[in-house]
């Protein structure tokens, strides 16, 4: 018999509860509520890797950065990207750990610090506009555009921020060792918040670049490759639905591939910030070969794998 592998995409928010529970060991006790869910699919059959987001994470170490840039030199972008994969990555490992220990399931967890390699050319680099960082003043922003090349831009009267490019994910770097980990039993958690962007020159070595990839379309490419049956992204709420937060919003079941596509395009449905990519990245794994995904919020991950709740997308 075959192993059934799922890779699951949870949210970098869903560490963080609200504005009171933002610490360290906040983030750790809301990840221990991922690892019950992981750990029941693991009871039911499923092999996992857990792919994450990072940006309130990300974000605070920007602002220590920035407040200590008096005393110490600021961390780079990709070096966030990757410091967040090690911590997430520690709080997932442990609490798997000890559930695997509570319930004597012979598995470990690894994490992969994951980089993801973006086109040179990819157009979003000219086209920067995802915000990153603190508010700063113009002066601040005109300075940092000329000394560092940052891309900055006014927020609504709030300030100035800067932002950097969302390319498209086209390689996970490190995929054939998540692959080989997944086969050999191991729960693995990878891609953090997207992966590490990097670009490769025209012998092939790769650099780091300051942007941000969004993680559930990464998510989707390491499902592709590593031969996924399910893709699941675990958000905010119970089910996906058209004309969201609307008079006339319907709750959706079950789209199949192409009703999904039609949805997307009609482009009244999803927000562009939030439900549009997560309905792309599945789209993006289907046309790659997946065979059906799965949207709901993290407490009903096991109800929606036995057909009771959330939004199921399949082929036809």
Same mark, same amino acid.
């Given at each position: 018999m075959s192993k059934k592998i799922a890779v699951v995409a949870i949210g970098g928010n869903s560490l963080i509860k609200d504005k009171t529970h933002q610490t360290v060991r906040d983030q750790y006790i809301a990840a221990k509520?991922?690892? #019950?869910?992981?750990?029941s699919m693991i009871? #039911?059959?499923?092999? =996992?890797? =857990?792919?994450h987001g990072n940006g309130p994470q990300v974000g605070f170490i920007l602002r220590r950065s920035e407040l200590a840039a008096h005393e110490l030199h600021e961390v780079p972008l990709d070096a966030c990207g990757a410091d967040t994969q090690g911590a997430i990555g520690y709080a997932l490992q442990q609490n798997l750990y000890n559930e695997f220990r509570l319930y004597g399931i012979n598995k470990s967890a690894v994490t992969v610090v994951t980089q993801v390699e973006v086109a040179a050319d990819d157009p979003a680099f000219k086209n920067p506009t995802k915000p990153i960082g603190s508010f700063m003043d113009e002066a601040e922003a005109k300075r940092r555009q000329e000394k560092e090349g940052w891309s900055v831009v006014e927020d609504a009267g709030r300030g100035w921020r800067r932002v950097v490019a969302s390319p498209m994910p086209i390689r996970i770097v490190e995929e054939a060792s998540i692959k080989h980990l997944i086969e050999a039993g191991f729960v693995v958690i990878c891609?953090?918040?997207g992966g590490i962007p990097v670009v490769a020159d025209k012998e092939g070595m790769l650099q780091g670049v300051a942007a941000v990839i969004d993680k559930d379309y990464a998510a989707a490419l390491l499902a592709n490759g590593i031969g996924a049956n399910m893709f699941i992204i675990s958000t905010a709420v119970e089910k996906v639905a058209l004309n969201y937060g609307k008079p006339n919003q319907t709750w959706l079941d079950h789209m199949t591939l192409a009703q999904a596509k039609a949805y997307l395009a009609e482009g009244c449905h999803f927000a562009k910030g939030s439900m549009a990519p997560k309905i792309k990245a599945v789209i993006n794994f289907l046309e790659g070969g997946g065979e059906e995904a799965l949207i709901t919020n993290p407490e009903n991950i096991e109800q929606a794998l036995v057909g009771k709740t959330g939004t199921r997308i399949t082929q036809a």
């Open positions: 509520e991922t690892c #019950d869910h992981v750990v009871k #039911d059959g499923w092999e =996992i890797a =857990i792919g891609t953090g918040g």
